[in-house]
């Protein structure tokens, strides 16, 4: 059972779902800027330089650093937690917010069927356990 009462949980997803996608309405290629027919070479380009490319092409281009767990404790941060108090922990609600065909609610918020889709791996997933949902800003930070 999902209350309709906006909550803070409710609130950062939406703006998290804005934010990307304006970021992909900025890195889809358009006609009028069409990427080019090359692979994305982050060397190619000027720093500040304004750059149209697909998403997966973007994510392609991070950086990855070593993690770097000095400092860091997990048990500074709740886990999995029900904020809004309807019956669906974070996990859940994130589930049902990026859904791209929405799931059943049953009993304690199992959720079932449904299906959501991966930029990172340019995948669908057709079930909840097959997804691990991970902090858009990382909660341990690398060096």
Same mark, same amino acid.
């Given at each position: 059972m999902i209350?309709?009462?906006e909550t803070r949980t409710v609130r950062l997803a939406r703006t998290r779902r804005t934010l990307i $996608? $304006?970021?992909l309405a900025l890195l889809t290629p358009t006609t009028a800027h069409a990427a080019p027919a090359f $692979?994305?070479?982050p060397e190619r380009h000027a720093p500040g330089e304004t750059v149209t490319l697909p998403v997966r092409d973007a994510l392609a281009a991070l950086t990855v650093a070593d993690e770097d767990r000095a400092g860091y404790s997990r048990d500074q941060f709740k886990h999995w *937690?029900? $904020?809004d108090k309807d019956g669906c922990? *974070?996990?859940a609600e994130v589930l049902l917010e990026e859904a791209v065909t929405s799931p059943e609610i049953g009993a304690k918020c199992a959720l079932t069927g449904g299906s959501w889709y991966s930029p990172y791996d340019d995948r669908y997933f057709d079930s909840a356990s097959q997804l691990d949902v991970d902090h858009l800003l990382s909660v341990a930070m690398t060096a």
């Open positions: 209350f309709e009462t $996608a $304006a970021l $692979a994305y070479q *937690t029900d $904020a922990n *974070t996990r």
